[in-house]
């Protein structure tokens, strides 16, 4: 199954549209401001809260811990490395591998792929496509390829 992410461009805060494989829309994102870290909430399109991304503050590396249903799912956690960026998700037991900067990456269980992101280029704002192996996947799938976005766009973000 396919999810397009589309990131609203004029907007005070972290923004995103969700739609599924036929431009249906079916999720909305929106992150807080004036907070300390980051945090996002994942909502249907009935305004139901279905997940909820935040930072962990007190982290040397960034960490962001996903919350589905009131528990926690997973982490993100970006690892120590001099090269490459790595990241690990505790939790369900996935990696991950691939270009972080090109948002073009694969998330797998072992050997058995999870998900893949891929970024569409020439397009207004920041348009990503998820596609996801197992349905019983997607919010999750969703929630580690928007903490891995937050990750990244705060590492590139302008001083």
């Known amino acids: 199954m396919k999810l397009y992410i589309k990131q609203k461009v004029f907007s005070w805060r972290d923004r995103f549209s969700v739609c599924d494989g036929r431009s249906e829309p079916c999720y909305t994102v929106e992150g807080e401001i004036f907070t300390w870290g980051r945090k996002l ?33 997973a982490e993100v956690v970006r690892e120590l490395s001099f090269f490459r960026p790595r ?26 792929p999870v998900f893949t992101v891929r970024k569409e280029w020439l397009t207004w704002g920041d348009c990503y496509t998820l596609d996801i192996f197992d349905p019983k996947n997607e919010l999750l799938s969703l929630s580690v390829a928007l903490a891995i976005d937050a990750v990244t766009s705060r590492e590139t973000a302008p001083a």
Do not use: C, N
């Open 41 to 73: 909430h994942i909502r249907d399109m009935a305004e139901r809260e279905l997940a909820f991304i935040q930072q962990k503050l007190m982290s040397w590396l960034p960490r962001y811990q996903i919350f589905i249903d009131g528990t926690m799912a």
């Open 87 to 112: 990241y690990a998700i505790p939790g369900p037991g996935w990696s991950v591998t691939g270009d972080f900067w090109e948002h073009d990456y694969d998330v797998v269980h072992g050997t058995v």
